[in-house]
């Protein structure tokens, strides 16, 4: 059985903000699908009596001191920015003409 | 070729603080090798010529003026991957996204080199964020292996290794997700580390799975990754994860190992990274190494390590899953490409065709894989049961370090492959990680180093060291006293393809 379908594809793919074209939907598809097949593996020995472990570090927790530090200045901060106005970020419009 | 660019790090430094030769033209004697070999090799993105002189000449004024050098390596110049933020200077991560953008601050491990005196002469190729066992991945052409211009360098740090392997740079600077920086050094016989996670500031790493990326320190011989190492590892208060611990003695302990003597030193071979799927050459090159380390005094074990062959699946699912969220940030909102701001498409429009246009096939492919194992009904299955895995790995580990010192195994199953035979297929490309992977799921120390040419294919084989965490040093001391006693692989350049 398949464990992806084409229509999940171009569902992750909305929700990852990809737009991805019909041609790469049916390579992604078989693709996933047999990765997917072969990282399945780990549910052979991960049993309930087992923690799970997020990080190899096992820190909590860090603080620093709160102390004014130099920071970038705003023109550094907008210097890659794809589109910049009167010192901030210009991104298109967020809301569709319907709402 | 100069002569200069065939000394070691640590001989190039001797020679620079001595005052018989200058930083300057130690600089540009690779600046020219760059030159003459680049367009072959492609182990560059860009080359910041002005930048390194300038670098070099403050570290010569110093000298001049009797000033003690800034570092041990002060003078001596290095290639640094393109995934670390240098400020003024482009930095792609082998993407289309960050094509033109100049980070407006440096990576803690920039800053470090800076301090220290070393010249920064370029970035290096990778695979795209880091994705990838062999730099076909970068949206830029890939790196092409120095000992065979038909092959891949390994990746994802292809362009670093092969800048080494072809005298191009004597350091290099490399990241380690799931073995970007070992299994290129294994398949250019070169050495390449992967400290402690935790070791090396992230700070300025462009992320890619935050929980198991890594710097660290490239070279030709042991001792020399342990003089870098020395000089970008250490506490750094912008690194949550960063260890508040003593940097290890790695420097002392390639001292001590070069001298030859591994008694009272307990090796374990691990029994599962070896078998079905290694290449012959490969596992005989493993066999010689393991017999040389007995001759040097150790004692070596057999060990058991049953889970590292679930490493691999679990790999494959937290890093996916923590890219799918790291890479959130190319949004074309901040920085980076941004394509079809036309007034016709709304932002989350712009979002969306900027990502199609801006990152390959294989971050795609791992975006969408972290997404389905982070949704809602398939987490417990796959992310949940992939970090149960993780602590399986790490008890495995830790048993292991209970009857032995340091662990050994090849560190990538088969010699470098022809450009072009496994990019179509994906699976094939991931078992390349299969024995590096173990090290950086259980944040563990670990390096490479060459273990000679494979008897079928005259091409280079590595040798894995791994050591628990914060053990870096035994890494230098074992991989130094092997490498004494092997004798230099990268020594023929005659042989190299990029010689002709």
Redesign the interface.
């Known amino acids: 059985m398949s464990n992806?379908s084409r229509d999940?594809?171009a569902h992750?793919?909305?929700?990852?903000?990809?737009?991805?074209?019909e041609e790469?939907l049916d390579?992604?598809a078989g693709?996933?699908d047999?990765?997917?097949d072969?990282?399945?593996?780990?549910?052979?020995?991960?049993?309930d009596d087992?923690?799970?472990?997020?990080?190899?570090?096992p820190?909590t927790n860090?603080f620093?001191t709160d102390e004014v530090r130099p920071g970038?200045s705003q023109d550094?901060?907008l210097?890659?920015?794809?589109?910049a106005e009167e010192g901030r970020?210009r991104?298109?419009?967020?809301?569709?003409e319907e709402q | 070729m100069s002569d200069l660019t065939r000394l070691t790090a640590a001989e190039l430094a001797d020679k620079i603080h001595a005052g018989e030769v200058s930083a300057a033209e130690t600089t540009q004697a690779h600046l020219d090798r760059i030159a003459a070999v680049d367009g072959d090799v492609h182990a560059f993105l860009h080359v910041d010529a002005e930048g390194a002189l300038e670098a070099a000449r403050a570290v010569d004024a110093d000298i001049a003026a009797g000033t003690a050098p800034a570092s041990p390596l002060a003078g001596v110049p290095l290639a640094l991957k393109d995934v670390l933020t240098t400020r003024g200077v482009p930095t792609t991560c082998g993407s289309r996204t960050l094509e033109g953008w100049l980070p407006p601050y440096d990576a803690t491990v920039t800053r470090r080199l800076r301090e220290a005196g070393v010249p920064i002469l370029g970035k290096t190729n990778m695979d795209e964020f880091a994705m990838g066992s062999s730099t076909e991945n970068s949206a830029y052409g890939p790196t092409r292996n120095p000992w065979d211009l038909d092959r891949i360098p390994g990746g994802s740090g292809g362009g670093s290794s092969a800048s080494l392997a072809a005298y191009e740079a004597p350091l290099a600077i490399g990241t380690d997700t799931g073995g970007s920086i070992r299994q290129p050094a294994a398949v250019t016989a070169t050495v390449g580390v992967k400290p402690t996670y935790g070791g090396v500031s992230r700070y300025g790493l462009v992320a890619f799975s935050s929980s198991l990326d890594q710097a660290g320190p490239c070279g030709r011989t042991v001792l020399d990754a342990a003089l870098l190492h020395e000089v970008i590892a250490g506490h750094d208060p912008m690194d949550a994860t960063s260890i508040d611990a003593p940097v290890p003695a790695v420097v002392d302990a390639a001292r001590e190992g070069a001298r030859g003597d591994l008694s009272g030193v307990k090796i374990g071979v691990v029994r599962e990274l070896s078998g079905e799927g290694y290449q012959g050459g490969v596992l005989r090159s493993f066999e010689a190494a393991v017999a040389q380390l007995k001759e040097l005094g150790a004692e070596v074990v057999e060990v058991s390590c049953p889970n590292f062959t679930y490493a691999l699946p679990a790999y494959y699912l937290i890093a996916p899953s923590e890219c799918s969220s790291n890479l959130a940030r190319f949004d074309a909102m901040r920085y980076g490409l941004r394509v079809a701001d036309d007034g016709n498409h709304s932002a989350e429009e712009v979002m969306s065709l900027t990502r199609e246009e801006g990152f390959g096939a294989e971050v795609k492919r791992r975006v969408m894989l972290g997404t389905y194992a982070l949704s809602s009904g398939y987490y417990d299955a796959y992310y949940g049961s992939a970090q149960k895995v993780r602590t399986l790995i790490t008890r495995d580990f830790a048993a292991a370090f209970e009857q032995v010192d340091v662990l050994v195994s090849p560190t990538t199953p088969v010699t470098p492959f022809k450009l072009g035979e496994k990019v179509d297929d994906p699976l094939a490309m991931y078992l390349n990680d299969i024995c590096s992977i173990p090290a950086n799921l259980a944040g563990n120390a670990a390096m490479s180093v060459p273990s000679g040419l494979s008897d079928e294919d005259g091409l280079p084989v590595g040798l894995q060291i791994m050591a628990p965490a914060l053990a870096d040093d035994r890494l230098y001391r074992v991989g130094a006293a092997y490498e004494t006693a092997r004798g230099p692989v990268l020594d023929k350049l005659g042989e190299l393809e990029a010689a002709k």
Do not use: D, N, W, Y
């Not at chain 1, 087992?50 to 570090?57: E, F, G, Y």
């Not at chain 1, 210097?79 to 589109?83: D, K, L």
């Not at chain 1, 991104?91 to 569709?96: A, F, Q, S, T, Y």
């Open positions: 992806i999940e594809v992750l793919a909305k929700l990852a903000r990809m737009a991805v074209t790469e390579t992604f693709q996933l047999q990765i997917l072969a990282v399945a593996k780990v549910g052979e020995v991960a049993g087992i923690p799970p472990t997020s990080h190899a570090v820190l860090v620093r970038l550094e901060a210097a890659g920015a794809p589109a970020f991104v298109p419009r967020i809301l569709g």
